[in-house]
């Protein structure tokens, strides 16, 4: 170290620094220098968030990083990405790249891996797309709610005017006050329920007795002798019904012959008759009839001795 000079020296502290810095900026990008990769290019329509040194995933596991972006101008415009990957990783025939957004606003490439046992080779171009995530839906639906911030600062226009109505108040007023008389009318009824209640309870018990009771002496009651007896006097009573229909068809019998024989109508009118026509004459003619002497019987006239004379 004496041969060397001084700006040797700082030559060399300059060349190992400028090493240390590339080595530190190589390992924090997550590049490995000595490790073997595999290389492929994933071909993207858009690629914005996404940069050099992203981490690459494989169904969301960490593989690679991305070594370099370059625009294709000649064929598709479409991005191309270069990417290397862990050598013991083999990409199926049918796998697909996909970028998407977190919430933080980084962009992470994913490789989707298909279901194949044919795999690609080194350098093989994997085209991908974008994933829509929340922030990709939230973003979509910005024109939507755009068209909808008219009709919300009306809608918020009507409510103010409903809030600042005083019927709002005096209706919430109200249900204080209603609220209120229910909490009475709760407590009342809670009330009556502890007291009485126990009342009601005891008078329905009684009442159970009670009709447990008369059903006790129902079942004792003879149904079965009590129905015998009734359709017996029903049986009896249909024939005297009987009976009595005969007696008031029979024109022969002693009632057929009242009810049915003129014969007796005319003699008993006959007889009514004569029964008047005595009862006139007595009327006129009572000394006829009757003879009443206070010193005793006199003797008949001689004209009506000689009627009554044989």
Request: net charge neutral; no cysteine.
């Amino acid at each position: 170290m004496k041969n060397f000079t001084k700006e040797i020296k700082i030559a060399l502290v300059a060349i190992l620094s400028i090493v240390i810095i590339y080595f530190g900026i190589t390992f924090l990008k997550g590049m490995s220098l000595f490790d073997d990769s595999k290389s492929f290019y994933v071909a993207l329509p858009e690629v914005s968030g996404l940069a050099v040194s992203s981490e690459v995933l494989a169904d969301g596991f960490p593989v690679g990083v991305v070594r370099d972006m370059s625009f294709d101008y000649n064929s598709n415009k479409q991005v191309v990405i270069h990417i290397t990957v862990d050598k013991k990783l083999n990409i199926p025939i049918g796998s697909y790249a996909e970028l998407s957004k977190e919430m933080l606003g980084a962009t992470k490439l994913n490789l989707v891996l298909s279901e194949t046992n044919l795999f690609l080779n080194e350098g093989d171009t994997i085209s991908g797309g974008w994933r829509l995530g929340a922030l990709d839906a939230a973003s979509s639906l910005m024109p939507k709610l755009e068209t909808l911030m008219p009709k919300l600062d009306s809608i918020m226009y009507g409510l103010s005017i409903l809030v600042n109505n005083p019927s709002i108040a005096t209706t919430l007023d109200n249900m204080a006050y209603l609220t209120t008389d229910l909490k009475t009318t709760t407590g009342q009824l809670n009330n009556l329920l502890g007291k009485e209640m126990p009342k009601l309870a005891n008078n329905a018990n009684t009442m159970m007795t009670k009709v447990g009771n008369a059903t006790d002496k129902m079942n004792d009651v003879d149904f079965k002798g009590l129905s015998d007896n009734t359709i017996q006097t029903l049986t009896q009573l249909q024939q005297v019904t009987s009976d009595l229909q005969k007696l008031l068809t029979n024109r022969e019998g002693t009632y057929g012959k009242v009810m049915y024989d003129p014969s007796l109508y005319n003699h008993l009118d006959s007889t009514i008759q004569s029964a008047n026509a005595l009862m006139n004459d007595l009327r006129a003619h009572p000394k006829r009839y009757v003879h009443f002497s206070v010193f005793g019987k006199k003797d008949r006239a001689p004209k009506e001795a000689e009627q009554t004379a044989p």
